[in-house]
Nanobody, 125 residues
Framework: QVQLVESGGGLVQAGGSHRLSCAAS????????MGWFRQAPGKEREFVAA????????YYADSVKGRFTISRDNAKNTLYLQMNSLKPEDTAVYYC??????????????????WGQGTRVTVSS
């Protein structure tokens, strides 16, 4: 079956950097657009970043643009999120998601087919 497994969460100081990974199995990874979403305590899940099937096109939420970078390695079936200049408001559970229908992915969480279990990132001030 399809599995998306995030890793790399933890406690980070404000201003620091951190990288999340999402290992995919049970699907042909290169045929899925991929996205990162996050959910902070007491808030709804929100879009963070997405990339198309070959990683050549990426887009970001305004709140993370210029600080976060999404990338993928199709040979390793892995998605990444490099997070720089972290802020306390980046504290959340981060989820990766796979979209098999759209070449470029979506900012709408309802359009993704598969989800990981999430990894928690806490940014201390």
């Amino acid at each position: 079956q399809v599995q998306l497994v995030e890793s790399g969460g933890g406690l980070v100081q404000a201003g620091g950097s951190h990288r999340l990974s999402c290992a995919a199995s049970g699907l042909t990874f290169s045929t899925y657009a991929m996205g990162w979403f996050r959910q902070a305590p007491g808030k709804e899940r929100e879009f963070v970043a997405a990339t198309n099937r070959n990683g050549g096109y990426t887009y970001y939420a305004d709140s993370v643009k210029g600080r976060f970078t999404i990338s993928r390695d199709n040979a390793k079936n892995t998605l990444y999120l490099q997070m720089n200049s972290l802020k306390p408001e980046d504290t959340a559970v981060y989820y990766c998601a796979a979209d098999g229908s759209r070449y470029s992915g979506s900012t709408n969480s309802r359009e993704y087919d598969y989800w990981g279990q999430g990894t928690r990132v806490t940014v201390s001030s």
